[in-house]
Each structure stands twice: as structure tokens, then as C-alpha cells.
């Protein structure tokens, strides 16, 4: 099921993803299909292991299917060499990791910044964006600190306002509560649901946690390779049972 | 990118340092070296043009050949003046200054002085390239004439006569009086470190019969100096007056010869290009510590992508491509080389200066060697920055977040 409406950002075709190994060739992806409207908020869900790491990888352009099409804003991104994928990754996704992965050497500005030097912005214009997207996620007055100066919940925050600084088709997110107590979990998790009601950010959310895969408004549940449900965030589906997911 | 590559030198302040210290001595030994080597040949040709430009000394006495006995150079006069007049009759040779001297005790009223005589004709002046400044040259009717007239080294000048003008004062030399007609300009020190200034030039035949008290040995001198036309007659030269002396002494073919040519500029231009080959030398030491301060930065660049993995994983997944990532660490390594060499070009600049002022000569720092250090240096960084820098764009993104 899709919202609707909006333009697709992501389609995926029979993506199959093969790893070599000693033990012979491992599919990690089975035949994946799913595809993602502009302004939704989705999450993907699995137990470890599941290949929801796997097929995040290949939606953030991290790397690339065996097999099966993969087009990005209506492009067939499947042949992209890596500088190419780079720069897609640059301009077109932002992402957000479980453990922030900010630069410590760097203060906030220069973090929230860093996208923009590769894709060759001033460093007047890079500072100003910088500080208007850590006012937008509420760290006014931090732009100087460092990461070990902040908090989990702030160098959170740093780290989404720099996935946001490029202007993504797609912000993707690795478990970012996992790090996080319960409280600035939910809260950077309110965030995400801000982003994506008020400034219509597609985001996409990678996690087990059922708990955050309730809030946002569509899940896909994968299993050894192949997506079993995709729909709505149901009691059922969250547990992991119910729905049979039909892909035809 | 470059304030991205400083601020992660700046992050490693001391790990830094320690990594430039190979570039820093490694470009230090090699400019002081090359500043030393330069003021060395700066200051033999100096000494060599002093001596005056293609000059050949004949000296009596056969120079100490094999095993057989062999004469010390002037212990038995085989030259003559005569010898001199032929050899300045030789075409390529442009004048023949026949020289004999003693120490002598000189006297000036009541002051005396030690100095050096020589005693010759006025072709002197010509072969030493050395005119006097003040006064004039004795002339060759005062030489013919033995005429009492005598032409004092500076160093002379001051010591007889201080600060009054020594020119038309007697001086007496072995009981002889002399009329000072002109001073020798200051030439310094000659090779070998005696004083080229200590000394007081006679007209040969004055000092023959009045000082020496004339003799046997009247004719014969003790070397015969000869200024040749040009720097390539010189070897033919040489051989032409070899011949012409064996047959004048009527040596026979199998007899050694009892005189010996010195070449001035060959002996200089061999001194010369063996100290240039020795400080070649010294910055060739140099030259490998450079190489070794370079394997130095690719260890610590090698070490620094491993520990900076995950910012290399973090910089790919927010869009840098390799070519970003390459370009970042080989620009660390390039700082790092060239952040020493500039330091080393200080420290050697400093070493040089202060070397200058313990040896007997100025050291000369030419912006060549500073050009070839910065040169070699950033070679050095690319050269060396470039595996590691390799290897950090090989990463995988993906492996390199999970680190």
C-alpha cells in the first residue's frame, strides 16, 4: 500500500543481493519490491539478520543490488558507478545512523556543513545553513560545540540537521533511537514526525523496535530477504504476525 | 579541504611534529650542506682568480718522482733568466715573471719588520693580475738598472709606516736603502692561509747585485711564473715549455726533468671539485634522510586511515566520492611534508648562518637549493601520501561505518 499522490521518490525491483562467503554464496535479498511516495514516513522493520541492514544499504546508495532495477526520482540508478552514486548520495539522501557519527574533531556548524563542502558550497553559505537547520532542529546556540559536549538526544539532532542539508528527496534513518533513552528517543522520533507533517520529508526508519515502527504511518516487515507485510502500522503487523503479504 | 587537512594535523599536534621531524632535518642537512659547498667554491674561485688567470709556476728542482733521488724544489737553482726570456718568446705565452725570494728583516727608521721578498722583473705585476694602487710598478730600464726602488704588500705599508704615506720613504733591506715607489692593493689571504699582503717586491737584478752580492747563481732564479693567452693553450703550453727547458738544459732523453710546472688553476679546479664533491656528498646524506622522513608520513598517514576509518565511512555516506577522500589524506601528506620542509629550511638557513660564522668562509644559501628542498619535499608527500590515501578511497562505506 501506498499513500499516494506524490511523485515516487524510490522503486525497487526483484532486487536480489548475493554475498560470497566460504561457505558458498549467501542471498542476503530475495526478491525485494517496494516502492516509496513523496512525503511519506515508513518504517522497515526485522530481527537481525532479516536483511533490512542490507536492503537500507541499497536504498541509500551504499551499495548495489546483484540484481533487479533500482530507480531513484524516476532515474535507473542500477548501473550508476560509485562517483555517481556519491554524488546522488550527496544531493538526493540524507542519512541518519544509530550512533550519530558526527566528526569529533568538528563543532555542530562545521558537522551540519560537511555534506556541503563536497557538493562545493561557500563556507559563508555553508555556515548560514548550518545554523538554520540547527535552529530548526532546536540546537540554537550550540552551532560552536563539540559532539562530546552535547548530549545523545543533541548530537542526535546535529546529526538529522545534517542529513537535512542538502535538501534530500529521502532521509534515511538507521535505528536512531537506539542509542537514545526512552525519552529523547521519543522525542527525536517527534521530530522525524515534524519533519515529515510540517516540511513534507520523506523519511524512511530502519529498526526492530516495534515501538517506533508504530509511529510512523506505514510499515514493511522483511524476513530472510523477502518482504512478508507492508501496510499499516497494525498491532498484528508489529508483533510480527497476521497479515500474509502478498506481493502480487 | 585544505582547512579540513590542517584541522586534522592541528587534532594530532604531537604526532604531527614527530612525523615532520624526518622532513625537517632531512631539508635542514640538505641546505646547510649545499650552502656550505656553495661558500667553499665561491671562496676558491675567489682565491683562484687572486692568483691571477692561467698561470703556470715553473719552480727548479725536479718535482718527487718514484724512488730515485729526487731534489727538493729550489734547493739547487736550475733556472735562468735566460730560461725566463725564451719562455716569454713562446707564442701562447703572454709574459714570464722570472721570481727568487728570502725573508728578510726590513727596516724603516726606527721600526723593523719580518716580511717576505720577491725579486723580479715588472712581468710580475702582469702575471699576479696585481698592480700597485698607490705609486706605481718599477719599470723595466729601473730593473736593467738596478735602481734602488722597491713596491711593499699593505700589511708592510702599515706595519713600517702606520698611518703616514709610505711613498718616496726609505726602507733598507739587508743593510740596503730602497725608495718605496707604490703599494700592492689588499689581496688577503692566499691558499694555505699565509698572508699575500706580507710581502715587498725588488727588481730582480737590485736585489741580485745588491743584496745577494751576485755569484754564481746570478743568472738563475728560483721560479719562473707565466701568465698563458687563453685557458685552452694552457696544456699545450705546458708541454712546449717542458720541451723547451730540457733542450735549453740539454737533458738527455732518459733524464727526468730538473724543473716542474704547476698549473694554479688545475690545482684550484681539482681542490674545488673535491670539496663540491664532498658536500655533494653530505647533501646526498641529506637527501636520504628525506626519503626516510617520507616513509616516516606514509606510516602515520597508513596508521591515521585505520584509526580514521568510520570518518571515511561518515564522509561516503554524506557524498564524498574516492577522488574527495583520496584528495583529503594526500593533502594531509603533502602539508605535512611541506610544513617541514619550511620549517627545515629555517633551521637550516639558521645552521648555515651560524656555520658561516665558525668557518674561515661565508656560507652561501642560493634560492636554488630552498626551490630543490621544496621540490623534493612535495614530491615526497605525493609520492608518499599516495598509498595511504589510496587505500583510505578503497574503503568500502559500508565496512568502513561498521568499524
Request: with cysteine; proline share 4%; aromatic share 6%.
Amino acid at each position: 500500500m501506498t499513500s499516494g499522490g506524490g511523485k515516487r521518490v524510490l522503486e525497487l525491483n526483484g532486487i536480489v543481493k548475493d554475498y560470497a562467503s566460504e561457505a558458498g554464496t549467501f542471498r542476503a535479498l530475495d526478491g525485494v519490491d517496494v516502492a516509496v511516495d513523496q512525503g511519506e514516513f515508513l518504517s522497515i522493520m526485522g530481527p537481525s539478520g532479516s536483511g533490512k541492514s542490507t536492503l537500507m544499504n541499497i536504498i541509500g546508495c551504499l551499495d548495489s543490488a546483484t540484481e533487479g532495477a533500482y530507480r531513484f526520482d524516476g532515474v535507473d540508478i542500477s548501473a550508476y558507478d560509485e562517483k555517481a552514486l556519491a554524488k546522488l548520495r550527496n544531493d538526493s539522501i540524507g542519512f541518519v545512523f544509530q550512533q550519530f557519527n558526527l566528526l569529533p574533531r568538528l563543532s555542530s556548524r562545521a558537522n551540519v556543513a560537511l555534506p556541503l563542502v563536497y557538493s562545493g558550497v561557500s563556507l559563508k553559505d555553508r555556515n548560514a545553513r548550518a545554523d538554520e537547520l540547527l535552529a530548526l532542529v532546536g540546537l540554537e546556540g550550540k552551532e560552536l560545540s563539540r559532539p562530546s559536549q552535547l548530549s545523545g538526544g543533541q548530537q542526535q539532532r546535529v546529526a538529522v540537521a545534517r542529513a537535512l542539508a542538502n535538501n534530500p528527496r529521502l532521509l534515511l534513518a538507521d535505528e536512531p533511537t537506539g542509542a537514545l533513552d526512552t525519552k529523547t528517543g521519543a522525542e527525536v522520533l517527534a521530530l522525524f514526525r515534524d519533519l515529515n507533517a510540517a516540511r513534507g520529508v520523506t523519511a524512511v526508519i530502519v529498526t526492530h523496535d516495534p515501538g517506533v515502527a508504530a509511529a510512523t504511518n506505514r510499515v514493511v516487515r522483511i524476513q530472510d530477504g523477502r518482504i512478508t507485510y507492508d501496510g499499516p502500522p497494525t498491532e498484528q503487523a508489529l508483533a510480527g504476525v497476521g497479515h500474509a503479504y502478498d506481493p502480487a | 579541504m585544505l582547512a579540513e587537512a590542517w584541522s586534522a594535523l592541528v587534532a594530532n599536534r604531537l604526532r604531527s611534529i614527530l612525523t615532520m621531524l624526518g622532513m625537517i632535518i632531512g631539508v635542514a642537512a640538505v641546505i646547510l650542506m649545499l650552502a656550505i659547498g656553495s661558500g667553499v667554491q665561491v671562496y676558491i674561485e675567489k682565491q683562484i682568480s687572486s692568483l691571477g688567470s692561467n698561470l703556470l709556476i715553473i719552480s727548479s728542482g725536479a718535482a718527487r718522482t718514484g724512488g730515485g733521488f729526487a731534489q727538493g724544489i729550489g734547493t739547487a737553482p736550475t733556472l735562468t733568466l735566460d730560461d725566463a726570456e725564451a719562455i716569454a718568446r713562446l707564442p701562447t705565452v703572454v709574459a714570464a715573471a722570472p721570481q727568487s725570494g728570502f725573508g728578510a728583516q726590513v727596516t724603516a727608521g726606527p721600526t723593523n719588520w719580518l716580511t717576505q721578498v720577491s725579486t723580479s722583473t715588472p712581468s710580475w705585476f702582469q702575471v699576479q693580475d696585481w698592480y700597485p694602487d698607490e705609486g706605481r710598478a718599477f719599470t723595466e730600464m729601473e730593473d736593467r738598472q738596478a735602481a734602488r726602488v722597491a713596491v711593499i704588500g699593505r700589511t708592510v705599508a702599515d706595519e713600517l709606516f702606520g698611518a703616514n704615506d709610505p711613498l718616496g720613504q726609505q726602507i733598507r733591506v739587508r743593510g740596503v736603502t730602497f725608495t718605496v715607489i707604490g703599494i700592492l692593493p689588499k689581496r688577503g689571504q692566499g691558499i694555505g692561509g699565509s698572508n699575500r699582503d706580507d710581502t715587498i717586491v725588488l727588481p730582480l737584478n737590485s736585489a741580485q747585485r745588491l743584496v745577494q752580492g751576485g755569484g754564481a747563481f746570478r743568472r738563475s732564479v728560483r721560479t719562473i711564473s707565466v701568465s698563458v693567452a687563453t685557458p685552452e693553450a694552457m696544456a699545450p703550453t705546458e708541454e712546449a715549455i717542458s720541451q723547451l727547458l730540457r733542450r735549453r738544459h740539454q737533458l738527455a732523453p732518459a733524464a727526468p726533468d730538473d724543473f716542474s710546472i704547476t698549473n694554479i688553476t688545475a690545482v684550484g679546479e681539482t681542490f674545488a671539485e673535491t670539496t663540491g664533491a664532498i658536500s655533494l656528498l653530505l647533501g646526498a646524506i641529506g637527501g636520504i634522510s628525506l626519503v626516510v622522513g617520507g616513509i616516516g608520513i606514509m606510516n602515520i598517514m597508513l596508521v591515521s586511515v585505520t584509526e580514521r576509518t568510520r570518518e571515511i565511512g561518515i564522509r561516503m555516506a554524506i557524498g564524498a566520492s574516492r577522488g574527495a577522500i583520496r584528495l583529503q589524506f594526500l593533502l594531509e601528506a603533502l602539508m605535512l611534508s611541506l610544513a617541514g620542509c619550511l620549517i627545515g629550511v629555517m633551521l637550516g638557513t639558521g645552521l648555515a648562518v651560524i656555520a658561516g660564522k665558525f668557518l674561515p668562509f661565508v656560507t652561501v644559501i642560493t634560492p636554488a637549493s630552498v626551490i630543490i628542498s621544496f621540490a623534493i619535499s612535495a614530491g615526497i608527500g605525493i609520492f608518499f601520501g599516495w598509498w595511504p590515501a589510496n587505500r583510505a578511497a578503497k574503503l568500502s562505506p559500508i565496512e568502513a561505518l561498521r568499524s
